[in-house]
């Protein structure tokens, strides 16, 4: 390295990211209704919940990235946990949302997003990248 910085040092530049999301969802959460999909919702919803706590917890690791005293494991529990903390807060929100209402299903498909974008997209960024 030679000591120069680029934009993905400053630390705002690391949260932006997960602040995007986090905002994201908070206002899809608030939508009493909004267009649905064609199909079965819940299979839509599932998609969308994985998804986006998927995009969560990676954007929450890479923002966690400029900690360099966590090591790649704690790195990656904490942005699962920080995900899984945030969908629970997500359902609660839900659960005073008019039209809306709380699934602890949510949660673990929740879980299961973050889990697995945070567990794989860095194994295949290192495996191609390189």
């Given at each position: 390295?030679?000591?120069?910085?680029?934009?993905?040092d400053w630390p705002l530049t690391?949260?932006?990211?997960?602040?995007?999301?986090?905002?994201?969802?908070?206002?899809?959460?608030?939508?009493?209704?909004?267009?649905?999909?064609p199909g079965d919702w819940l299979?839509?919803?599932?998609?969308?919940?994985?998804?986006?706590?998927?995009?969560?917890?990676?954007?929450?690791?890479?923002?966690?990235?400029?900690?360099?005293?966590?090591?790649?494991?704690?790195?990656?529990?904490?942005?699962?946990?920080?995900?899984?903390?945030?969908?629970?807060?997500?359902?609660?929100?839900?659960?005073?949302?008019?039209?809306?209402?709380?699934?602890?299903?949510?949660?673990?498909?929740?879980?299961?997003?973050?889990?697995?974008?945070?567990?794989?997209?860095?194994?295949l960024y290192d495996r191609f990248?390189?």
């Amino acid at each position: 390295m030679d000591g120069k910085r680029t934009w993905l040092d400053w630390p705002l530049t690391r949260i932006l990211p997960a602040a995007w999301c986090m905002a994201t969802i908070w206002w899809l959460s608030d939508r009493s209704t909004f267009p649905r999909p064609p199909g079965d919702w819940l299979d839509w919803n599932i998609l969308a919940h994985f998804g986006i706590f998927g995009t969560l917890g990676i954007t929450l690791w890479f923002g966690l990235g400029m900690n360099s005293r966590l090591s790649e494991r704690e790195r990656s529990i904490y942005a699962i946990a920080l995900a899984v903390a945030y969908g629970m807060l997500d359902e609660f929100h839900q659960r005073y949302t008019p039209g809306r209402s709380s699934d602890p299903f949510d949660v673990l498909v929740d879980f299961l997003g973050a889990t697995t974008f945070v567990l794989v997209i860095p194994r295949l960024y290192d495996r191609f990248a390189r």
